[in-house]
């Protein structure tokens, strides 16, 4: 069983509106969360991340909440840019219980598509 | 070079062919690790290594044989694989693994024939 979801494959937002990607976790031991970007032909790199402590995390034109009640994050965009346009991971850990930040755990995916 | 280099990025083999993936670290980084992504499946944590020693191993099969010579440096060795283990293997690493950011590298794709 998946214990980070992404339930919207895809999205598609017109440029200069809001894009929000949404994410569910089961694990209420996790206690970081990530979000990446990746283009095609490369690999993901490091977007925005929030520590539970936190209910909000704010960098630039992006920003991650977290509602861990509902143990649901999302990450927004505004406004976005085609240049914004990738397959977005959200990602969880358990931080502070000594386990390694390799053990990420994924969801699948939401791929972004910002149109001009 | 900057960043995290995977060689080589595209790679075809038969189901008793030996081969191995390489990845180099340019950033300072102590820990380094494989992902691999099949489609429509999460990335999912093969191995990680810190300073040198491998310290988790995500019940991968022993088909699959990382080497990690240096803290710069880390090998996926290969050996009589299957078709369904076709995929994107990344390799990331991170300063420590407590950091809370892995910097990818582009992935190599492998087919088993």
């Known amino acids: 069983d998946q214990q980070v979801k992404q339930n919207s494959p895809s999205l598609s937002v017109q440029e200069g509106r809001i894009s929000i990607l949404n994410c569910d976790y089961t694990?209420?031991?996790?206690?970081?969360f990530l979000w990446y970007k990746k283009y095609p032909a490369e690999g993901p790199t490091f977007l925005i991340s929030?520590?539970?402590?936190?209910d909000k995390n704010e960098d630039g034109r992006f920003t991650v909440f977290l509602n861990k009640s509902a143990k649901h994050l999302s990450l927004h965009i505004v406004p976005s840019q085609p240049g914004d346009s990738a397959v977005y991971f959200c990602?969880?850990?358990?931080?502070?219980?000594?386990?390694?930040?390799?053990?990420?755990?994924f969801g699948k995916g939401t791929k972004l598509s910002v149109k001009p | 070079e900057t960043g995290v280099t995977q060689t080589p990025r595209h790679l075809v083999m038969g189901m008793t062919n030996k081969k191995s993936l390489k990845c180099e670290q340019h950033l300072g980084h102590n820990a380094m690790y494989w992902y691999k992504q099949s489609a429509k499946k999460p990335l999912e944590l093969m191995f990680v290594?810190?300073?040198?020693?491998?310290?988790e191993n995500n019940s991968v099969p022993s088909r699959f044989s990382p080497e990690c010579p240096n803290s710069s440096h880390l090998f996926l060795h290969l050996h009589t694989l299957q078709p369904e283990d076709s995929a994107l293997y990344l390799c990331?690493?991170?300063?420590?693994?407590?950091?809370?950011?892995?910097?990818f590298g582009e992935g190599s794709r492998l087919t088993v024939l």
């Open positions: 694990n209420s031991m996790f206690d970081y």
């Open positions: 990602a969880a850990s358990v931080m502070n219980y000594g386990g390694s930040q390799g053990n990420l755990i």
């Open positions: 929030i520590s539970s402590i936190k």
């Open positions: 990331a690493s991170s300063q420590g693994t407590h950091t809370g950011e892995l910097f």
């Open positions: 290594y810190n300073f040198k020693e491998q310290t």
